[in-house]
């Protein structure tokens, strides 16, 4: 979201009884598997010898070897690489990195979700909303949160290739993804906001050499953050208040040269934080670097600059690092966050300096199964939003801690159960209570108890003429 103007598998073996499952279920949560969670820059170049094509549903691949017992092998969700192409940490956390493996290769991909939801929370706001949550915003009712459906072109591997990628989206989140879409040129503008894009979820063109550097032009997945808006694949249902706070896209230039197999470094010259439309006249800029030994571990850090209010010197500049790594094999996932962010705001009395900060762990770990699954996901996090810059209310340190089952019924069925806990230091509380859900008006709950249980139909088919 866009706080300024500002993304499984399996129960036991089928020869299994229903009872031995239930049994299971009560008695025995033990690690063991790999699945969906943040943002790929870069394809590891070989794939580990025991991984397996994640989308091929029914492929008899042979099992781990023994000296490699934690390589990836549980089949991703459908459009997992789809979904995740251009974030290395998501890719990994997905169990997608195989995908560009596969024996046959197919440029061509069409596919998409459904994401349905029904949302509790204890403090029962009258407006329905999750305050400042764009991927899961309403809450006390059944909600058909988003729905997506997407073309794209991968680009044929060794080969100077074109690249191409339309998402559509409709739903609750698309709309909260884009209200602050701004409109540059006051009452007299025209043709710009969220009423324009809000149905847009990726929009871009470019190539990528044999080399493997890669151009491209238009709304691309941001890579900031562990996780993306596209719920179905990530470890836990809801996103956590660092990705929130970030931009989930970007829009504009995006370079990206592989350096070797391992390293790869990346230029963005983009319109601001999370605007389809420029609000100042000119850009602002980032840089990144990603470490991708395995399909397994991703590291990378992000370094964005530039002016994103009417005052374009470097003096009003917002600066924000951010650092992460996913490890992910098939028994178990962790990866972690830290995040530094500051912006001067020039046009107010004093010119104060604004700062917030964020660090976030993320945990995932196989319950049961391998072709069904039964997924458990833990994340503590921390945001400490100092001057309000962020989610709007100063001396703000925002606590959360959730725990997320996710049972994969089928290749294209996934059932989440998960809680919720956030706790707002405020003064005046920041969740809405009640009739309590005016801005300005606090006082506001400083405690929230979430439950969510989500059901996602995820799709995806690959076409074109194939490669091996």
Do not use: C
């Not at 290395?88 to 596919?111: I, K, N, Q």
């Not at 044999?210 to 709304?219: A, D, W």
């Not at 420029?278 to 670097?289: F, I, Q, R």
């Amino acid at each position: 979201m866009n706080a300024t103007p500002s993304p499984l598998s399996s129960f036991p073996r089928r020869g299994f009884a229903r009872a031995s499952f239930v049994a299971a279920l009560v008695l025995a949560p033990q690690v063991a598997a790999a699945s969906p969670f943040a943002r790929i820059v870069q394809a590891p170049a070989e794939t580990e010898p025991s991984a397996v094509p994640p989308t091929a549903a029914t492929s008899s691949a042979p099992a781990p070897a023994p000296d490699d017992a934690d390589a990836i092998s549980t089949r991703a969700l459908p459009g997992a690489a789809a979904a995740t192409h251009g974030d290395a940490s998501a890719t990994v956390a997905s169990g997608a990195a195989a995908d560009a493996e596969a024996e046959v290769f197919r440029p061509w991909e069409v596919g998409g979700f459904v994401d349905a939801n029904y949302v509790y929370n204890n403090n029962l706001p009258d407006n329905h909303v999750n305050r400042l949550r764009s991927a899961v915003p309403r809450t006390g009712e059944f909600s058909l949160n988003l729905v997506v459906a997407y073309i794209r072109r991968d680009a044929v591997p060794g080969q100077f290739s074109p690249t191409f990628e339309l998402a559509l989206q409709a739903g609750p989140a698309a709309d909260a993804l884009m209200y602050y879409e701004p409109e540059p040129g006051g009452d007299a503008s025209r043709f710009a906001g969220k009423e324009v894009f809000k149905h847009i979820g990726r929009a871009n063109v470019g190539f990528k050499t044999k080399r493997g550097t890669e151009l491209s032009v238009g709304m691309h997945l941001s890579p900031v953050g562990i996780g993306i808006h596209w719920t179905p694949f990530n470890w836990n249902y809801s996103v956590s208040w660092e990705l929130d706070g970030v931009p989930y896209y970007l829009a504009g230039l995006k370079v990206v040269h592989p350096i070797n197999d391992r390293h790869g470094l990346q230029l963005w010259v983009v319109n601001g934080w999370q605007t389809l439309a420029d609000t100042n006249k000119a850009p602002s800029l980032m840089l990144g670097y990603t470490y991708t030994p395995s399909a397994r571990f991703n590291l990378a850090e992000f370094a964005y600059f530039g002016p994103d209010q009417a005052d374009i010197r470097m003096a009003a500049w917002r600066m924000y690092s951010d650092t992460q790594f996913t490890y992910n094999v098939d028994r178990f996932g962790v990866g972690g966050l830290f995040d530094v962010g500051g912006e001067r705001l020039t046009d107010q009395s004093g010119r104060p300096m604004t700062m917030w900060m964020t660090a976030a762990l993320f945990t995932r770990w196989r319950v049961l199964g391998k072709q069904r699954t039964w997924d458990m996901a833990a994340r503590p996090e921390l945001y400490w939003d100092r001057d309000g810059r962020i989610y709007g209310v100063a001396d703000n340190v925002l606590l959360g801690a959730t725990y997320t089952n996710a049972v994969r019924l089928t290749e294209n069925l996934l059932l989440r159960l998960e809680y919720r806990y956030d706790r707002s230091s405020a003064p005046g509380g920041y969740f809405y209570r009640g009739a309590a859900i005016d801005d300005t008006r606090p006082p506001f709950a400083r405690d929230q108890h979430t439950l969510f249980f989500a059901v996602a139909g995820v799709f995806a088919h690959r076409f074109g003429p194939g490669r091996k």
